[in-house]
Nanobody, 127 residues
Framework: QVQLVESGGGLVQAGGSLRLSCVAS????????MGWFRQAPGKEREFVAAITWKSDNTYYEDSVKGRFTISRDNAENTVYLQMNSLKPEDTAVYYC????????????????????WGQGTQVTVHS
């Protein structure tokens, strides 16, 4: 059974930084694209970033480009999201997710392409 466990969320002032981590277990981590999504109160879950299994490609939602960086360590079965220059509108529960198909290249921005999700970690940015 696949398990994804996020950590690193918290309360931060606008302009600050946080680093989220997600440790995966249960299937071969190194052959799956990993993604980060977020959901703010009253809003739908939205794509934030994704990284392919060999880290050769990364993808970002427009509002986080230049501020957030996704990375992974396949030896540690971990994916990271470094968030800099945080804004109040970044406040949300952040989820990591594992793509349903191994070594697959496609539209990583769609939640339906991911079949395993973490429990989420709260990020709150105050002004």
């Amino acid at each position: 059974q696949v398990q994804l466990v996020e950590s690193g969320g918290g309360l931060v002032q606008a302009g600050g930084s946080l680093r989220l981590s997600c440790v995966a277990s249960g299937r071969t981590f190194s052959i799956y694209t990993m993604g980060w999504f977020r959901q703010a109160p009253g809003k739908e879950r939205e794509f934030v970033a994704a990284i392919t299994w060999k880290s050769d490609n990364t993808y970002y939602e427009d509002s986080v480009k230049g501020r957030f960086t996704i990375s992974r360590d396949n030896a540690e079965n971990t994916v990271y999201l470094q968030m800099n220059s945080l804004k109040p509108e970044d406040t949300a529960v952040y989820y990591c997710a594992q793509c349903r198909r191994p070594v697959w290249r496609g539209d990583y921005t769609t939640a339906g392409e991911y079949d395993n999700w973490g429990q989420g970690t709260q990020v709150t940015v105050h002004s």
